[in-house]
């Protein structure tokens, strides 16, 4: 079971950029496909990135080419470069394995906003 401690949100303006990075404890991390999630006021988690064990990438239309997954298994580190932010974006932003079976972390906070 891992530890995430999820880093790098902040306030950005329509247009501008970020990378999220997603610290796991535990050396499981390294035998599980992994997911970016995130949760705005009022709505449910989704999931918005994934990555496989092997490297494949898959993201919903919502962010397809302006999001990009990555991950560094010697790290135990997972990233989501964020290009191209609009305001519906802004969100809670949350990491975990895709059957989102390990404690959630704290999130890191983006906000798109002029």
């Known amino acids: 079971q891992g530890q995430l401690v999820e880093s790098g949100g902040g306030l950005v303006q329509p247009g501008g950029s970020l990378r999220l990075s997603c610290a796991a404890s535990?050396?499981?991390?390294?035998?599980?496909?992994m997911g970016w999630y995130r949760q705005a006021p009022g709505k449910q988690r989704e999931l918005v990135a994934i990555?496989?064990?092997?490297?494949?990438?898959n993201y919903p239309d919502s962010v397809k080419g302006r999001f990009t997954i990555s991950r560094d298994n010697a790290k135990n580190t997972v990233y989501l470069q964020m290009n191209s932010l609009k305001p519906e974006d802004t969100a809670v932003y949350y990491c975990?394995?895709?059957?989102?079976?390990?404690?959630w972390g704290q999130g890191t906070q983006v906000t798109v906003s002029s």
């Open positions: 535990g050396s499981i991390f390294s035998r599980n496909a």
């Open positions: 975990n394995n895709v059957l989102r079976t390990w404690p």
């Open positions: 990555i496989s064990l092997g490297g494949s990438t």
